[in-house]
């Protein structure tokens, strides 16, 4: 049941209105493994420098996340520095400096390759099959991408989408990607390129899940107080397929309530800087704002007593 | 139980990607009307010109629209004329002809005075004072408004928001309004105001209900094909305020139903230019999108049986 992710392990610099974060814990495997370790078992791939304070990471370890896969090279660490305006919606990026992950070939460790569900974080996609090829055969395999790879590696990227089951980006990548301003035709023509599976993230208005069979939507959590959205949706991500692979099981019941985990999660990324918020977070923390969303979109209605759902 | 609103009355020039109406059926009042007549009878309070075709109208008459309130008066109607582009979110204006309606005084009939539910939408909200001035005793009070008022009478508007109890506006209108990005603290803003009940349209997010002791949250429908997004929020209000007249009572579960009932209302409003769609629609098509929103937005969880939704 455990979940292998491979992606950056970064150090961030992050300008808010609100303060500011330097060279703090970052990097797409880093907030899905925090998220995803609360629900199940996690396996992470990546690359960091020498200078990475690896120790850092030891509440992930504590808490279930093997980091055998986690090689230090000689050279420098991934670094990302960023801002974020007022509205906070848009991350101007300032800097990125690759660093050791320039020449990252990731190889598996032999225990991860029997790895059940998976997950290739935005990096190359020409990296993503690689990490694919060396995993036996898993029951699920999402992905994530960005605008640079779809504008510059779009045929590697398009031959990836060929071999995942579920593909999640947020609604700027999805228009880039299938051409489509709308966002349910953007989601169909990528089930069309592959996945059954489709996650738009919409930021502060939530995701919705298309699958073959229905479309669910979960908002976003309502905070007054949004701190850094940097690497809320990896925890998004965390969040849905540490779910999936703690129910073992991918029925429309459990994606959509990997979807309310997936918003929940997201949701705690953006309370702190970094995976602050992760470090200490409590189970019930995590039960009171599952029942929050349940709170925040059920309704009855005497014409739908009947109903399935 | 019926519902009163006072609005414009108008005649709509639209542009969009997928076709051209011309002086067709629109304004505020006739959305509104179109959609919450499907749900309880209407009173509309208007003024149109000697050039107004009323008799288009006679399909809201034989749905039960009172329009004793609506005075033809000398000179022209009010004429709106607007374009969208290939993403539907925003309207282009290209003219506003206000004709009849810069003289507009509203007066009540005898009997639309013992209105218990009450729409004010977006006309200048001295107008708005106006009309409400002239109602007895309203059970619930709406109103909309819109930047051009926000800008020019802010002070009225703020006299107005402390004399109603619900308060529809889109996103921009309330960011607008409080000066703050942050919706939800915005909607904060606008309760401290007057208002109990804010509803921020997001549309094609959405829409969300704060009061003062929940939120609750409605998708957009999915629809692959929207066709003019002109009087989408007054069909949601429709909805919104329809419903609440039929069921009798502001409660917390009626107040989600009404949200339900305004999205599937707006989603409808989209599909086709002015008013069409609302001119046959069946009572089983409206069951069946309520449906639609359940199963998009409702989950269960083992942890939250015991739950009270």
Redesign the interface.
Known sequence: MSVLVVGSVALDSVDTPFGRATEALGGSAVYFSAAASLLAPVQLVGVVGRDYPVEALDFLVQRGVDLTGLIQAPGESFRWSGAYS???NTAHTLETRLGVFASFSPRLPERFCSAEWLFLANIDPELQMEVLDQVDAPRLVACDTMNYWIEGKREALLELLGRVDLLLVNDAEIRQLSGD?????AA?WVQRQGPRYVVVK?G???A?LLTPD????A?AY???E?FDPTGAGDAFAGGFLGYLAQAGAVTP?EL??A??YGAVMGSFAVERFSVERFVDLAPSEI?ER??A?????????P??ES?R?
């Open positions: 007022y509205d906070l301003p709308n966002l349910i035709r169909r919409k502060e208005h939530g919705f229905m479309i669910f939507f908002p309502p905070l007054e949004l019941d959509r309530r979807m309310v039960h599952v029942r969303f349940r709170e925040m979109t059920a309704f009855e209605h014409l739908l109903a759902v």
